[in-house]
């Protein structure tokens, strides 16, 4: 993999196209301290990720109206007429986020270019997951807006319950690993109420039941945005895991 990365360099390198820059060399090993000139890739090759949690022409009314009722509390405005942070935090979501990649920074991103996060695999705005997810850390809670795509499609004219239970798990996976560090999933129990439309607008509540060293307990529920439907009910258990894990060690 390093010769194949090496070659890649160098056929950009004759082109013109790399800078040359002086640090430690990410993805060979070498004696602690060594320093070699090495290049840097093109910034053009890894374009800015598309934060997929922002508005887009497929939101619908109530879509756009929550995220604008959520996203005026990332903000508030004191008495002063001064600016500061708000009660809650809205979380930007991408294809990939690879931290912990084999083979240093530069194959990271790399292989972040190629890789696809389940829910955000469909590019086309509005056919499958839409949604958004805000923090509030004083309360330990997480809030997802979603909006259901044609694509997902069980029942005729309702959501499929797998397609409910990822977003159950994205959810409340993100709510953990917000509150703990990374953490794998250990169980998901979850009760369908009410079948979901396709093509309407739900929350997803995610909150803190309790921390017991590696598990972390939360319960979520799916409802209405009006809060008077209750579509599903969810206890989930996560537990914490460190790098190793995430390299397969």
């Known amino acids: 993999m390093a010769r194949s990365v090496g070659r890649i360099c160098k056929g950009f ?3 013109g196209l790399l800078s040359k820059q002086t640090q430690l060399i990410p993805f060979t090993r070498v004696p602690v301290g060594t320093v070699r000139t090495i290049v840097t890739l093109p910034s053009f090759l890894f374009p800015q990720p598309r934060d997929f949690s922002l508005p887009n022409p497929s939101w619908g009314s109530e879509m756009t109206r929550m995220y604008e009722h959520y996203e005026s ?3 508030v405005e004191t008495e002063g007429g001064q600016k500061q942070k708000g009660p809650w935090r809205r979380l930007p979501s ?13 194959l990271s ?4 270019s190629k890789a696809r996060l389940f829910t955000r695999n469909i590019r086309n ?9 805000f923090v509030n850390k004083e309360e330990q809670k ?12 069980g029942p005729p004219g309702h959501v499929h319950g797998g397609a409910i239970a990822t977003m159950i798990d994205t959810v409340t996976g993100t709510h ?12 998901l129990n979850i009760n369908y109420r009410r079948p979901i439309p396709l093509g309407s607008t739900v929350l997803l509540e995610s909150c803190l039941e ?40």
Not at 94 to 106: H, P, S
Not at 125 to 133: D, K, N, Q, R, T
Not at 142 to 148: P, R
Not at 176 to 187: D, H, K, Q, Y
């Open 13 to 15: 390198q004759r082109l």
């Open 73 to 75: 509390q990332c903000e």
């Open 94 to 106: 991408y294809n990939r986020l690879l931290k912990y990649a084999t083979g240093g920074v530069y």
């Open 109 to 112: 991103k790399m292989i972040q």
């Open 125 to 133: 705005p509005g056919a499958a997951f839409e949604y958004v997810l």
């Open 142 to 153: 997480c809030v997802c807006i979603l909006q259901a795509g044609h694509l997902l499609e």
């Open 176 to 187: 953990a690993t917000f509150l703990s560090g990374p953490v794998m999933t250990a169980n």
């Open 210 to 249: 309790k921390k017991e060293g590696r598990k972390t307990f939360i319960t979520c529920r799916v409802t209405s945005t009006d809060g008077s439907k209750l579509h599903t009910e969810t206890s989930a258990l996560f537990l914490s895991i460190t790098a190793s894990h995430l390299l397969g060690g």
